[in-house]
């Protein structure tokens, strides 16, 4: 498995993750908060070999600028969260940002 996979992998699992934290109602509903807690828990070991070959400000800018983007949409899709324009543009160039390193990091 290459290291990107680790990545995507380690997006999916933090995502999955902040999904099932919402879910929890603050920890209200502990089933989802516990299934959180483990999908957070295995988010950090898919990490760990990611950041053994690629560097780790830019896995860690690519992580956190998928997650954002794809929590965003869960929020709108799932729980009717809505966004301002200017707040879809900084998302925008968040995803912008994750996707120039991505294309510019050889590792």
């Known amino acids: 498995m290459t290291a990107w996979s680790f990545l995507g992998i380690a997006i999916v699992l933090e995502v999955a993750g902040t999904f099932l934290l919402k879910l929890s109602d603050g920890f209200a509903k502990w089933h989802w908060g516990v299934l959180s807690i483990i999908c957070f828990m295995c988010c950090f070991w898919a990490f760990a070999p990611a950041i053994k070959i690629i560097p780790v400000g830019?896995?860690?800018?690519?992580?956190?600028?998928?997650?954002?983007?794809?929590?965003?949409?869960?929020?709108?899709?799932?729980?009717?969260?809505?966004?301002?324009?200017?707040q879809v543009a900084c998302i925008a160039f968040i995803l912008a940002g994750s996707v120039g390193l991505r294309l510019t990091t050889t590792a």
Do not use: N
């Open 58 to 86: 830019i896995a860690y800018a690519i992580w956190a600028g998928i997650g954002i983007l794809a929590a965003s949409a869960i929020g709108f899709l799932v729980f009717g969260e809505r966004l301002g324009a200017f």
